[in-house]
């Protein structure tokens, strides 16, 4: 049984190089210093199919540099039993993260994990997207996964340091987490045989992982 989704996060900071995989466009990378003050996470809204209340949990990283999302009943199938509604999961997160003064940040590469049970001829789909509150959403990044599969899964969505969609400086903007998990029968025969793709788990290391890219904000004018 998972744990109550925590609704403050309290994490202690520690100086730390940017973390490798925010390469940026020029040859050689800033040398930015991960804020050293407390960072908070509150959780404003959860809603979706694949993460009712008290089903999902999140953690930030000891060094500010990651979060993680762990899910314990995110999981979309077709097949006998199965509502006609249970093919298609979602989830939407929406985050207060306190950013010390100074500092900006944005979300650099998203690893998803789960596990998936797809009869020959069915496939699933993992599809994800973020954005900051009042700002455009990013473009879906989506993932299909095909039949015969009985094993775990991974994907990663890595957007160049050039790309990277800042928060504001100096502005509150909650920050939106949309996933969905989708499967389809294809030509397996859902009457008979089932097909499943999750993103749950009892594993605490199978969890979704962000990787935060930080940057100082430029002075204010004069």
């Not at 900006?104 to 509150?133: H, K």
């Not at 890219?213 to 430029?218: R, T």
């Amino acid at each position: 049984m998972s744990r109550p989704l925590s609704r403050t996060l309290l994490v202690s900071g520690a100086a730390a190089a940017l973390i490798a995989t925010a390469a940026p466009a020029q040859a050689t990378a800033p040398q930015i210093t991960v804020p050293p003050d407390k960072i908070v996470i509150e959780l404003a809204t959860v809603n979706g199919s694949g993460c009712r209340e008290g089903t999902a949990q999140v953690a930030v990283a000891p060094d500010n540099t990651a979060f993680t999302v762990t899910y314990s009943e995110y999981m979309a199938q077709v097949g006998p039993g199965a509502p006609p509604t249970a093919f298609r999961k979602n989830c939407q997160l929406n985050l207060k993260v306190h950013v010390p003064s100074g500092f900006t940040y944005a979300i650099v590469q998203a690893d998803y994990r789960g596990f998936a049970f797809l009869q020959p001829g069915a496939s699933g789909v993992e599809r994800a997207n973020y954005y900051f509150q009042g700002m455009p959403q990013t473009s879906q990044r989506t993932h299909q996964f095909n039949g015969p599969l009985n094993d775990n899964w991974q994907s990663t969505d890595r957007t160049e340091y050039a790309d990277l969609v800042w928060a504001p400086c100096g502005e509150k903007r909650n920050f939106n987490i949309n996933t969905e998990l989708r499967v389809n029968a294809g030509t397996s025969n859902p009457q008979t045989s089932t097909s499943f793709m999750a993103m749950d788990s009892t594993d605490a290391s199978v969890s979704t992982l962000y990787h935060i890219a930080w940057q100082v904000c430029p002075a204010p004018r004069t």
